[in-house]
C-alpha cells in the first residue's frame, strides 16, 4: 500500500483507491450497480463476495457475464443508462475504457482487475474511471510526465509569420525548430515506453482475494468468503496465470486466516461450520474423485514425464505404482472405495519415490474444506469444476446459464452441481489427454521457425470442447509440455506455441491460441500485441475472445496469411 501512495503523490494521481472501504464500497452503498464480471474463476469468486457483501447491506445490483472484448462494449452500451456506478471484475483494465465505452459524464467505472499491464489512460484517468486494484511499482507503469505534455509547442502558432508580395510565409526561428526537434524525441521515447510497458501480457495479485480483503476491512469476513478467495487463487496457480512462487507468496499471507477457521471445535461451535486448512497435498487431478490410476493418468506432470502417449510409458507407470506398493486392483477403484491403510500413505509413498522418478511439483501446498463430516474438498477441486461448467460444450447452455452453473457450485449447499461439475471435468481431461496423444500420434505440432504451430483438424471428433479460451489455452500448455517431453532437441523448450481449432459453427472460423515457452519462469505472454500486428499487417479482421488478446478468432481463409506474417513478425 505503500508503494501505491508514493505512485499516486509522485504523479499527481488522484483516481486511484487507497481506501477500499472508503472510496469504493461506501461509494456503492444506496446505489444501483451494474456489476460486470469476466467468465473466470477469479472473477466469478470476486463477484460472490461483493453479491453477500450487497445482500448485507440490501444493495440493488444488476449481474452480467462478460465472454470478451466486444461483449463488454454491448453490455454496457445496453445497461448503463440504467446506473450511475459501474463496477468491472476481471474485464476491461488492458482497454482504453473512456475512448472504448464512451460513458456518460455522470457515470463512474470502478475496475477490480488481475491483468497487466493496465492501459495507462485508465491509471491517470481524471476520475470517471476508479482503479481499485493496487497499482505497485511491480506494474512497470511509465510516469505521467513520460506520456502527457501540456505544450504544445510545434504548433504552427509557435512559428512567426511574416508578409511578402500579400502571401504570408512561416518563419521557423532556431528557437522554434529546437522545440519541435525536442518534441519529436519526447515522441520517440514515449512511443518506445509505451511499447516496452505493453509488449508483454501477464496477471498480477488475485482479485478475489482482494475482495476478501474489503471483507475483512469491514469485519465481515467469514470462512466462507475466505474460501471464495482461496478458490480464485487457486485458479490462478493451475491456469498457469501466474508463477508458482507467486502463488506460495500469497498463499503464505493467508496462513493466519485459514487457521482462524481451521480445524479447533468447541461445544459453541456447530459441526457444520465450514472449517479450512492448508498443508500438503497430490498436484494430481481430481484425485480424490476418481481412482488414482486415472488420475495419474491424465494429470499433464505425469502424463508428460512419463511419456505416457507410447507403449513404454504405460509400462513405466505401472512399474511405478508397483514400486510405490499399491496393487493395481486397488489404483483403479474409486479413491474413496481404496483399503483405508493404503489410501492414507498414498501421499507419502509417492513424495518418497517423487525425486526418482523426476515428478517435481508434484506436491504443493493447497487450501481444502470441510463441511461437518463430509470428505474434504480441495480448492483446486473447485477450480476444475467450476471450468468444466463454465466452458461446457452442451449446445442446450447457454453461455449466462454456463455462468451461473459456475456460481451455483461454490456454495456447498449445491452439492449436486458441484459432483456434475466434476464429472464435466473428469470428462475433459480424458478428451484433452486422447487430443494430444493424436496431435503427437499424427506429428502435427511443427516447428516453423519462431515458434511452434499445431491444428486441432476439423474431423477430430472432440473439437468442440475446445471452442472456448480456458479449455484451448490448457490444451495448448498440455501439448507444448508433451512435446518437449518427447523431443530431444533443447531448443523446443525455447519456443512457444501457437495452437488452432476449427470453431463448428459454420466452418467459417477458428479459435487460435499463443501460450508462453517452457523455459519462460515467468508466464509472460507476447502473443496479445503479436496477434494485433500481424492481423494489421495482412489486413485481416480478428476478434479478441479474450482481454490479453493471447485467444483470438481468425476467419479459416485469414489462417494460412496470419500464421505466416507470425512468422515473419517473430522472426
Not at 503523490?9 to 469476466?38: A, C, P
Not at 475446445?466 to 523446443?492: D, N
Request: proline share 4%.
Amino acid at each position: 500500500m505503500q508503494a501505491v501512495v508514493w505512485l499516486c503523490i509522485s504523479q499527481g494521481i488522484s483516481m486511484l483507491i487507497n481506501d477500499i472501504k472508503k472510496d469504493f464500497y461506501q461509494q456503492l452503498l444506496d446505489q444501483r450497480i451494474l456489476l460486470l464480471v469476466h467468465c473466470d474463476v477469479d472473477a466469478i469468486c470476486t463477484s460472490a463476495i461483493l453479491q453477500e457483501l450487497f445482500r448485507g447491506d440490501h444493495v440493488l445490483y444488476t449481474l452480467i457475464p462478460i465472454k470478451g472484448p466486444d461483449d463488454l462494449r454491448q453490455s454496457f452500451k445496453d445497461n448503463v443508462g440504467l446506473v450511475r456506478l459501474v463496477v468491472l471484475i476481471n474485464c476491461g483494465i488492458s482497454m482504453d475504457l473512456v475512448a472504448e465505452l464512451d460513458p456518460p459524464d455522470d457515470v463512474i467505472i470502478f475496475v477490480i482487475d488481475s491483468q497487466r499491464p493496465m492501459d495507462v489512460n485508465n491509471v491517470y484517468n481524471d476520475g470517471q474511471v476508479r482503479i481499485v486494484t493496487p497499482v505497485t511499482a511491480e506494474d512497470g507503469v511509465p510516469p505521467f510526465s513520460d506520456l502527457y505534455r501540456s505544450d504544445d509547442s510545434d504548433s504552427d502558432s509557435d512559428a512567426g509569420e511574416s508578409e511578402s508580395g500579400g502571401e504570408k510565409r512561416r518563419r521557423y526561428d532556431a528557437a522554434f525548430l529546437a522545440r519541435r526537434q525536442d518534441r519529436r524525441r519526447w515522441e520517440e521515447r514515449r512511443d518506445r515506453l509505451l511499447a516496452e510497458y505493453s509488449q508483454f501480457s501477464m496477471y498480477g495479485d488475485c482479485s478475489a482475494l482482494l475482495a476478501y480483503d474489503l471483507a475483512l476491512r469491514m469485519s465481515r469476513d467469514t470462512s466462507q468468503l475466505l474460501w471464495y478467495g482461496l478458490v480464485g487463487l487457486t485458479e490462478q496457480l493451475l491456469l498457469r496465470k501466474v508463477e508458482h512462487q507467486r502463488y506460495v507468496l500469497s498463499a503464505g499471507h493467508y496462513q493466519g486466516q485459514v487457521a482462524r477457521y481451521g480445524h479447533q471445535r468447541d461445544e459453541t461451535t456447530s459441526a457444520d461450520c465450514l472449517r479450512l486448512a492448508f498443508e500438503q497435498d497430490l498436484n494430481l487431478v481430481l484425485y480424490r474423485h476418481w481412482s488414482l490410476f486415472d488420475s495419474l493418468r491424465f494429470t499433464p506432470l505425469v502424463a508428460c514425464q512419463f511419456k505416457l502417449f507410447t507403449f513404454k510409458g504405460e509400462k513405466r507407470l505401472q512399474e511405478f505404482l508397483a514400486e510405490l506398493g499399491l496393487p493395481l486392483v486397488q489404483c483403479r477403484q474409486k479413491f474413496a472405495s481404496m483399503d483405508m491403510a493404503l489410501r492414507g500413505q498414498v501421499r507419502d509413498l509417492i513424495q518418497a519415490k517423487a525425486e526418482k522418478y523426476l515428478l517435481d511439483g508434484v506436491l504443493y501446498g493447497a487450501f481444502q474444506a470441510r463441511l461437518g463430516f463430509r470428505q474434504p474438498l480441495a480448492a483446486a477441486d473447485v477450480v476444475h469444476a467450476m471450468v468444466a461448467l463454465l466452458e461446457n460444450p452442451d449446445p442446450h447452455r447457454s453461455a449466462d446459464d454456463c455462468f451461473m452453473d459456475a456460481l451455483s457450485a461454490l456454495d456447498r449447499r449445491q452439492e449436486p452441481l458441484l459432483r456434475r461439475g466434476i464429472g464435466l471435468a473428469e470428462k475433459l481431461a480424458q478428451v484433452t489427454c486422447a487430443t494430444v496423444q493424436s496431435l503427437l500420434d499424427m506429428h502435427q505440432v511443427i516447428s516453423v521457425g519462431a515458434f511452434l504451430y499445431a491444428t486441432v483438424s476439423d474431423g477430430e471428433p472432440n473439437s468442440h470442447f475446445f471452442a472456448r479460451p480456458h479449455c484451448l489455452t490448457a490444451l495448448a500448455h498440455f501439448v507444448l509440455r508433451a512435446h518437449v517431453a518427447g523431443e530431444r532437441s533443447k531448443r523446443s523448450r525455447q519456443l512457444p506455441l501457437i495452437l488452432t481449432t476449427p470453431l463448428g459453427r459454420d466452418g467459417g472460423a477458428c479459435l487460435v491460441v499463443g501460450v508462453p515457452p517452457l523455459s519462460e519462469q515467468s508466464p509472460r505472454n507476447l502473443f496479445g500485441k503479436a496477434f494485433e500486428k500481424a492481423a494489421q499487417r495482412i489486413r485481416a479482421n480478428i476478434t479478441p475472445r479474450s482481454f490479453d488478446g493471447s485467444v483470438v478468432e481468425v476467419q479459416v481463409d485469414d489462417r494460412t496469411r496470419f500464421v505466416d506474417a507470425l512468422v515473419s513478425l517473430l522472426a
